[in-house]
Nanobody, 113 residues
């Protein structure tokens, strides 16, 4: 089993930035791929970004050029740097150990003027 805890959400204006963190328990972290999902109001949960154990990354099309996923193996933490935020980025953001049923509790991101 793996435990994940998200933090860093908040309220920002369009064009602003936020840095989300996902703290992952256990020594297994270094071999896990970690994903960020989001659930927008009234929408299905969607994959936003993924980072593998060797730091290969992938992004949803709307995030490319604006979001950056990274990992710090020494701290068992994955980050999602979000720049140039848009109102449509408003959602609860969740991290997940890829291919597992383990999710964090979510952190709210609201982009509004």
């Amino acid at each position: 089993q793996v435990q994940l805890v998200e933090s860093g959400g908040g309220l920002v204006q369009p064009g602003g930035s936020l840095r989300l963190s996902c703290a992952v328990s256990g020594s297994i972290f270094k071999i896990l791929a970690i994903t960020w999902y989001r659930q927008c109001p009234g929408k299905q949960r969607e994959l936003v970004a993924l980072i593998t154990s060797d730091s290969s990354t992938k992004y949803i099309g709307s995030a490319k050029g604006r979001f950056t996923i990274s990992r710090d193996d020494a701290r068992n933490t994955v980050y999602l740097q979000m720049n140039s935020l848009k109102p449509e980025d408003t959602a609860v953001y969740f991290c997940r150990a890829a291919g597992t049923p383990y999710w964090g509790q979510g952190t709210q991101v609201t982009v509004s003027s």
